[in-house]
């Protein structure tokens, strides 16, 4: 990884395309987020160890860019029963950093706290994402978001909605 | 004036069991009143045999891994001897957890309140400023350790009750779907150490239970997946499917998928998947079981629910764990089989996909079971109904009750078990 001096963008890029993928999850707007991302995407939820294998250990999300569509799919049928009707979620992120650059994609850093409501109470959601954003045709585009949830070694409840 | 309690007094503290389980349909408040899951902790979970964990967790001494017995929190430990015990996550001292850790390597816990240490297998090691106690191993003291444990390929089972039927009396039949998983693998060794998903749930443990071999659902709550996919799953539970629902009696039961996947003759489409994908397993299967690898590859992983608490669902294994009377948690991993490392790691990632909190399938079973503990509580009407294909069962040829795909057979069966259990005076 090389310097943050060397991201193609800017700390205020960065945020506004966050900001942008946050708001896409929270409104249920699958389109525009499955837009977002890469042809060669991987949007991961460890559980438990953060540091183990997901090809040999279990994961609460490990989509490569074929799961995100069957996601996204079974979520648009409407009977995802576990999304139907969907959650009222709004999430808060911050201390966004660029923590650096790996193979042209500028890796970042943020934390997030979402609050989720259903018909069964609120829910209480946070932890950690690093993201990997890269330019494609001028647009910036999502190639990796791993989510580290603080309480990912925790029995948690039913997480169907975009984390 | 006599000290013994009245009929009267009784029938309010205990509910009649007999009265509330008939053959047809079970009352509502078995899921929703809290003496109910206080007699269950007595009556089954805290006597019968519960699967607990899989030796496989912890495959080197001084190993150890937090498991659970309902909510009793019990430390698995592979001791120098080789063996797995289970000892209590309790001081015998004052009481406090010796151990918080979820995993690791350890000969000895030490209380972290005073210093106490144990051996993994329960022994009293030690205690500090020893005078205190007239001096060193004058205290008969040790962890709680679980009476009656014992595995069947792997699977470790405890019994809180000092006596009782054997494991393999418990088992009877559902040994051999146990020994169907195996078979599976060219070592004939299961391994279930992918980690475990956990995933809390707001409903009664035996919605759950149920659910597990009822056929009747799949293509209503999975109808999402099953359209999207294209999945061959949906067929196997539907009016047209030779499948059968198996009572494997003491409580356990099956979707015993085998007649559909005969009907096919095809190697590995229980795993949707066929034999040039994964040409190393196949020959190492044909190497390991000749002739019998066919029939083994036909018929794939058993869908067996082991009472109370294991979920054997082909690729991956559940475990059950009530917390209280609308409260549990399923514990979830993905099934590896030795020797069968091309099929592991798309086990892995199929269940992924599959089960936990954001599982394609188990997030909607678990939206019903959540929906359910609710729907519970209305007054009325008072009872659940089981009675689908009670019409059309018959005994199978080795005396199982056997019902089609779609029938509450299995159903059946848990409450017969269950009442039988819940009626016996403590």
């Known amino acids: 990884?090389?310097?943050?001096?060397?991201?193609?963008?800017?700390?205020?890029?960065?945020?506004?395309?966050?900001?942008?993928?946050?708001?896409?999850?929270?409104?249920?707007?699958?389109?525009?987020?499955?837009?977002?991302?890469?042809?060669?995407?991987?949007?991961?939820?460890?559980?438990?160890?953060?540091?183990?294998?997901?090809?040999?250990?279990?994961?609460?999300?490990?989509?490569?860019?074929?799961?995100?569509?069957?996601?996204?799919?079974?979520?648009?049928?409407?009977?995802?029963?576990?999304?139907?009707?969907?959650?009222?979620?709004?999430?808060?992120?911050?201390?966004i950093e660029i923590l650096g650059v790996a193979g042209g994609d500028t890796e970042v850093?943020?934390?997030?706290?979402?609050?989720?409501?259903?018909?069964?109470?609120?829910?209480?959601?946070?932890?950690?994402?690093?993201?990997?954003?890269?330019?494609?045709?001028?647009?910036?585009?999502?190639?990796?978001?791993?989510?580290?949830l603080v309480n990912r070694d925790q029995p948690i409840r039913t997480m169907a909605f975009l984390i | 004036m006599t000290t013994t309690v009245p009929d009267s007094a009784r029938a309010t503290s205990r509910p009649d069991y007999a009265a509330l389980i008939e053959p047809s349909r079970v009352h509502g408040s078995l899921y929703t009143d809290p003496r109910v899951f206080a007699d269950e902790l007595e009556r089954i979970w805290y006597r019968s045999w519960v699967f607990v964990g899989h030796e496989s967790e912890v495959p080197e001494s001084g190993d150890y891994v937090r498991k659970s017995i309902g909510p009793?929190?019990?430390?698995?430990?592979?001791?120098?001897?080789?063996?797995?015990?289970?000892?209590?996550?309790?001081c015998a001292h004052r009481g406090n957890l010796v151990c918080e850790d979820a995993r690791g390597n350890a000969n000895a816990f030490r209380c972290p309140y005073h210093g106490?240490?144990?051996?993994?297998?329960?022994?009293?090691?030690?205690?500090?400023?020893?005078?205190?106690?007239?001096?060193?191993?004058?205290?008969?003291?040790?962890?709680?350790?679980?009476?009656?444990?014992?595995?069947?390929?792997?699977?470790?089972?405890?019994?809180?009750?000092?006596?009782?039927?054997?494991?393999?009396?418990?088992?009877?039949?559902?040994?051999?779907?146990?020994?169907?998983?195996?078979?599976?693998?060219?070592?004939?060794?299961?391994?279930?150490?992918?980690?475990?998903?956990?995933?809390?749930?707001?409903?009664?443990?035996?919605?759950?239970?149920?659910?597990?071999?009822?056929?009747?659902?799949?293509q209503f709550v999975h109808s999402s997946i099953f359209s999207v996919t294209g999945s061959p799953i949906g067929p196997l539970y539907s009016d047209n499917s030779t499948a059968v629902t198996r009572d494997l009696g003491n409580g356990h039961s099956e979707n015993d998928l085998r007649p559909e996947f005969r009907r096919h003759g095809e190697t590995l489409r229980w795993f949707g998947t066929s034999e040039s994908r994964v040409p190393n397993y196949v020959a190492r299967m044909r190497e390991a079981y000749g002739e019998a690898a066919e029939d083994i590859l036909v018929e794939?992983?058993?869908?067996?629910?082991?009472?109370?608490?294991?979920?054997?669902?082909?690729?991956?294994?559940?475990?059950?764990?009530?917390?209280?009377?609308?409260?549990?948690?399923?514990?979830?991993?993905?099934?590896?089989?030795?020797?069968?490392?091309?099929?592991n790691s798309r086990m892995v990632s199929q269940s992924i996909g599959s089960v936990g909190p954001a599982g394609m399938l188990l997030a909607d079973d678990t939206e019903m079971y959540e929906r359910n503990q609710r729907g519970l509580e209305m007054r009325q009407p008072e009872w659940l109904?089981?009675?689908?294909?009670?019409?059309?069962?018959?005994?199978?040829?080795?005396?199982?009750?056997t019902g089609a795909a779609t029938d509450e057979t299995g159903i059946r069966g848990f409450w017969t078990h269950y009442r039988r259990l819940m009626e016996v005076d403590t």
């Open chain 1, 1 to 95: 990884m090389t310097a943050v001096t060397d991201s193609p963008l800017t700390l205020r890029q960065v945020e506004e395309f966050l900001y942008r993928e946050a708001r896409y999850a929270d409104e249920h707007d699958y389109d525009a987020w499955e837009a977002l991302w890469t042809d060669d995407a991987l949007y991961w939820v460890p559980a438990g160890d953060a540091t183990s294998d997901p090809a040999t250990s279990m994961s609460i999300i490990h989509d490569n860019r074929n799961r995100i569509s069957t996601r996204l799919n079974q979520l648009r049928t409407g009977k995802r029963y576990s999304q139907s009707p969907p959650s009222n979620l709004r999430r808060i992120l911050s201390n």
């Open chain 2, 116 to 218: 106490w240490t144990y051996r993994n297998t329960g022994e009293l090691l030690g205690y500090p400023y020893n005078k205190g106690y007239g001096g060193k191993g004058n205290l008969d003291l040790s962890l709680g350790r679980v009476p009656r444990v014992d595995s069947y390929r792997g699977f470790v089972f405890a019994s809180l009750a000092e006596d009782g039927p054997t494991l393999a009396e418990h088992l009877g039949a559902a040994a051999g779907e146990i020994d169907r998983l195996a078979r599976l693998s060219p070592e004939g060794r299961i391994d279930l150490g992918a980690g475990w998903l956990q995933h809390r749930t707001r409903a009664n443990w035996k919605l759950l239970a149920e659910n597990e071999t009822d056929g009747y659902h799949p």
């Open chain 2, 300 to 343: 794939g992983a058993p869908h067996v629910m082991i009472f109370p608490n294991l979920f054997i669902a082909e690729i991956q294994v559940f475990v059950i764990q009530p917390l209280s009377v609308d409260e549990c948690v399923q514990h979830s991993t993905a099934v590896q089989l030795g020797g069968a490392e091309e099929l």
């Open chain 1, 109 to 148: 850093g943020a934390n997030f706290v979402l609050v989720e409501s259903t018909s069964r109470g609120m829910e209480t959601w946070a932890g950690r994402t690093t993201y990997r954003l890269r330019v494609v045709d001028g647009e910036v585009r999502l190639a990796y978001k791993k989510v580290l």
């Open chain 2, 385 to 401: 109904d089981i009675r689908r294909g009670m019409h059309r069962e018959a005994l199978d040829e080795d005396g199982y009750r």
């Open chain 2, 72 to 90: 009793q929190d019990i430390i698995m430990t592979r001791g120098r001897d080789g063996d797995v015990h289970l000892v209590f996550n309790r």
